[in-house]
Antibody, heavy 118, light 111 residues
């Protein structure tokens, strides 16, 4: 059974760096073809893909946010970490991590709401 | 503005069928058979309902079906049930640096 869970701060101040951790079980990020991605959803708005890391450490970023994002993995801990710099109130959203296989996000975490406010 | 266009809301009575559309471009929906649909109840994680345009994951009711024509994908729910009331959103692989695009979501109300 694949499960993922996001963790991190619920409140960050403008200009700060956000660090989110995705802890997963039921699969290994060293298995060929497997990836873990991050997606966010501002309140009442659409989903937006942010970043993706594959089993072979290949990393992909949303072009619009690439300069602010870093995604890393710790295979031994079954964790993926996303950092986003220079946070702004418009970055207030629920952040999800999800398992990716064959060009598909098939299992998602429950998400964590991050509010950016001074 | 979302990359994929969905109606904001649809509604139907129990037992009826509804269809939700998802319109993209020739660079995403029109070019790849990697369209997926998700169901999301309030405060819950998105649940995969349809993948690769028309395939259902194990455990998903056969009342849910998907199709595609040109740049538009569709999700059809037949025999509407109260528990189907949720938000539904579509997603497509793009093959570009954007990689993945999502629809704005459709709120389904079961009357």
């Amino acid at each position: 059974q694949i499960t993922l869970k996001e963790s991190g701060p619920t409140l960050v101040k403008p200009t700060q760096t956000l660090t989110l951790t995705c802890t997963f079980s039921g699969f290994s990020l060293s298995t060929s073809g497997v990836g873990v991605g991050w997606i966010r959803q501002p309140p009442g708005k659409a989903l937006e893909w942010l970043a993706l890391i594959y089993w072979n450490d290949d990393k992909r970023y949303s072009p619009s946010l690439k300069s602010r994002l870093t995604i890393t993995k710790d295979t031994s801990k079954n964790q993926v970490v996303l950092t986003m710099t220079n946070m702004d109130p418009v970055d207030t959203a629920t952040y999800y991590c999800a398992h990716r296989l064959r060009r598909l996000f098939d299992y998602w975490g429950q998400g964590t709401l991050v509010t950016v406010s001074s | 503005q979302s990359a994929l266009t969905q109606p904001a809301s649809v509604s139907g009575s129990p037992g009826q069928s509804i269809t939700i559309s998802c319109t993209g471009t020739s660079s995403d929906v029109g070019d790849y058979n990697y369209v997926s649909w998700y169901q999301q109840h309030p405060g819950k994680a998105p649940k995969l309902m349809i993948y690769d345009v028309s395939n259902r994951p194990s455990g998903v009711s056969n009342r849910f079906s998907g199709s595609k024509s040109g740049n538009t994908a569709s999700l059809t729910i037949s025999g509407l049930q109260a528990e189907d009331e949720a938000d539904y959103f579509c997603s497509s692989y793009t093959g570009s640096s954007t990689l993945v695009v999502f629809g704005g979501g459709t709120k389904l109300t079961v009357l």
